[in-house]
């Protein structure tokens, strides 16, 4: 398969996009984004999937919710990821006594003036890091609702930027209940992808546990903010053939309705199908991938590899599911075999540009 960029035909659903000559091509790309896996690896040692999903969410300007038992460096994982990338880094340790104030910030009285002041809150960084997130009450959770969406807080009436770029990456614990509160589906649907952590292979763990016998190496910043916005321009340049978004939606499609696509025994475990948010993120996300796997176009092979991590969080499973510990990705994997990926034709296209 040729490397070439294949511009959009006449009539394509993709909307023009002239790329900016001083833009980095995919080579130069993936090599710097090499770079900073490089310096997060000498940190975090296997989960290499993961690593790859977080620096997707960054190029792609989504939010990241990641979901695994304690101890598997979710939370570290992230606050080496800020420290690679530069910029401001907050952490909250979400627990049951905190309000949303805590969060966005609040205005205080001062006497000796007569007056109040806004002191903002932690979520006013580039990389704000939700540690357990589903150990927080509703209204505390609800409070990011703005932010994650707007990139904006509202204190009284005053309304307040958060600085660009501004990333929320949020771990959950799935095994504990005592003292947790499951995310509303209006916030899930806020977050790009959901990424499910498992224990590291022999190999992996023996790494870890040796890597704790020496002290941590120093990490070397190796991009910037301004880098890293530069590469989320980049990636809305990579080219997105017709056939890939339809492929996108098509697969949104039969989580609403499986029974219409041939798949009436998955019908009664699904109560809610994947917002319209579903797809968007999938292909927006699939860019990224392309670009750091140093393509400037999408393959169908981006969008299967994503297609679990965008759509997971955005299933409503029903209550014969739950009884049956039916899963969403089992799900999906049923909905992935059903639909054929899509075949590019990547030379026919830039022929008939």
Not at 13 to 28: C, K, N, Y
Not at 78 to 87: D, M, N, P, Q, R
Not at 96 to 121: A, C, N
Not at 172 to 185: D, F, K, V
């Amino acid at each position: 398969m040729g490397q070439s960029r294949p511009t959009e035909t006449k009539g394509a659903s993709v909307a023009d996009r002239t790329p900016d000559p001083s833009t980095p091509g995919p080579d130069e790309v993936q090599q710097r984004l090499e770079e900073a896996l490089f310096e997060i690896r000498r940190i975090i040692a296997g989960q290499d999937a993961m690593l790859e999903r977080v620096l997707v969410c960054l190029l792609a300007g989504g939010h990241l919710l990641i979901e695994g038992v304690p101890g598997l460096a979710k939370t570290l994982t992230i606050k080496t990821t800020a420290s690679v990338l530069g910029g401001s880094f907050q952490r909250i340790q979400f627990t049951p006594d905190l309000v949303p104030s805590d969060l966005v910030g609040t205005r205080i009285y001062r006497p000796d003036t007569g007056t109040f002041d806004t002191e903002l809150g932690p979520v006013f960084c580039n990389f704000l890091l939700a540690d357990e997130i589903n150990r927080a009450p509703a209204k505390v959770q609800s409070a990011l609702l703005e932010v994650m969406q707007e990139h904006q807080v509202t204190i009284g009436q005053t309304t307040y930027p958060v600085p660009e770029p501004f990333l929320v990456m949020a771990t959950q614990n799935p095994i504990e209940s005592e003292g947790t509160y499951p995310l509303p589906e209006a916030q899930v649907d806020r977050f790009m992808l959901k990424i499910l952590v498992d224990y590291p292979e022999h190999d992996e763990e023996l790494t870890i546990v040796q890597r704790q016998l020496v002290p941590p190496p120093k990490l070397r910043q190796a991009l910037s903010l301004e880098d890293l916005q530069g590469l989320q321009r980049t990636v809305l340049d990579v080219y997105v053939d017709p056939a890939v978004v339809s492929y996108s939606v098509t697969l949104a499609t039969m989580t609403r309705a499986p029974a219409e696509h041939g798949l009436p025994d998955i019908a009664p475990y699904i109560s809610y199908g994947a917002s319209p948010r579903g797809p968007i993120s999938l292909v927006q996300s699939a860019r990224a991938l392309a670009l750091l796997r140093g393509r400037d176009y999408v393959v169908g092979m981006d969008l299967k590899d994503l297609a679990k991590d965008a759509l997971r969080h955005r299933l409503v499973l029903s209550y014969q599911a739950l009884a049956e510990e039916v899963t969403p990705d089992s799900l999906l994997d049923r909905v992935l075999e059903a639909l054929p990926m899509p075949r590019i034709d990547l030379a026919r296209a830039t022929a008939a540009a």
